[in-house]
């Protein structure tokens, strides 16, 4: 838990969960949801859970790296990219469970200088603090 909330979103999802809709009280983001071909639904016409957590573990990653680097004061590259996949599949215990990879490009930057930055943003990033002891994930330099 953070020592003092600084922003916070709420967000409603109705309907059939992976098939149905979701929107932010706000409204800043409004979405349908959609069951992907390989879990038996159409995978048309919207988005589902997996890809809002990669898009959004994604844009955190990246901007937690932006922060741990300037504690380090190091320029992160105009044209560095996080790209995380999410899958999911069965548990043995019941239920669904979720597989992560996070791969990082910092194009220009030494291999060790990079590799800081790949594991302080790690550390610092808050999807990656949630997932601790949930999900093993080792982001990779590529």
Known sequence: MPTEVLYSVKATATGG??????????????????????????????????????????????????????????????????????????REDMGFGLDVTIEVSLPGLEKDVAEDLVAGAHKVCPYSHATKGSLNITPKLV
Do not use: W
């Open 17 to 90: 969960g992976r098939e149905g809709h979701a929107k932010t009280e706000d409204g800043v983001m409004d979405v349908t949801l959609v069951k992907p071909k390989e879990l038996g639904g159409t995978g048309e016409g919207g988005v589902n859970p997996e890809q809002l957590f990669a898009t959004g573990y994604s844009a955190c990653f990246l901007g937690a790296m932006h922060f741990y680097a300037g504690q380090k004061k190091v320029k992160v590259p105009e044209d560095a990219t996080v790209t995380v996949s999410a899958g999911i599949g069965p």
